[in-house]
């Protein structure tokens, strides 16, 4: 954890009816300091939409050898490599070739994320998935986060209804291909 890191606990109970996820769980998030509220909160639901055994926290925003989160099998093989906010294309294309997947969750525009990734060398790059939220969406979530939260995250046909601490927000979430 770095120095300076603000802890945020998410008491979570997460309802992935898409995927036939069930869980209550409880996630200790350190916020490095140059992290945004809005890249630590789309983190937390990457992890959340992702959720199954084996998914973990990368070492942090300073890491360049591991994503935002990243899911291994038993033998600590990356299965999957999600990536958060605007990660580079030299980014994506390490983590296509070390992981059977690669994943982004954006706060961003999607448009402009995927803007420099066109022409880029990306491995994979037809199997790359950038998911974003509806505008506003991560800001009005931002707007209610806490020291500690409790979220209780249900998602069904791509539409996710979050409950932030008693606030309630929905957005679609959205998926968007490299063509």
């Known amino acids: 954890m770095a120095i300076g890191a603000m802890i945020h606990t998410f008491t979570v109970q997460l309802a992935d009816m898409d995927r036939g ?11 490095h300091p140059s992290e945004t509220d809005a890249y630590m909160l789309t983190r937390v ?3 959340c939409l992702e959720y199954g055994e084996g998914i ?12 935002a989160v990243l899911v291994r099998d038993l033998t600590g093989r990356i299965l999957t490599w999600i990536e958060v906010g605007a990660p580079d294309a030299e980014r994506l294309h390490y983590g296509s070739k070390l992981a059977e997947r690669t994943t982004v ?21 037809e199997a790359l998935t950038l998911h974003s939220f509806d505008p506003g969406f991560i800001d009005s979530a931002v707007g209610v986060l806490e020291r500690r ?6 998602v069904t046909e791509r539409e996710l209804y979050l409950d932030l601490n008693g606030t ?12």
């Open 149 to 154: 939260n409790t979220l209780t995250l249900s």
């Open 105 to 125: 969750y954006t706060h961003r525009d999607p448009a402009k994320v995927m803007a420099p990734w066109v022409g880029k060398r990306i491995h994979q790059s």
């Open 21 to 31: 996820v069930y869980d209550d769980f409880t996630l200790r998030v350190a916020r």
């Open 56 to 67: 973990t926290f990368g070492d942090g925003i300073s890491s360049t050898e591991e994503p």
């Open 168 to 179: 309630t927000l929905t957005s679609a979430v959205h998926e968007h291909r490299l063509d």
């Open 45 to 47: 639901l990457a992890y």
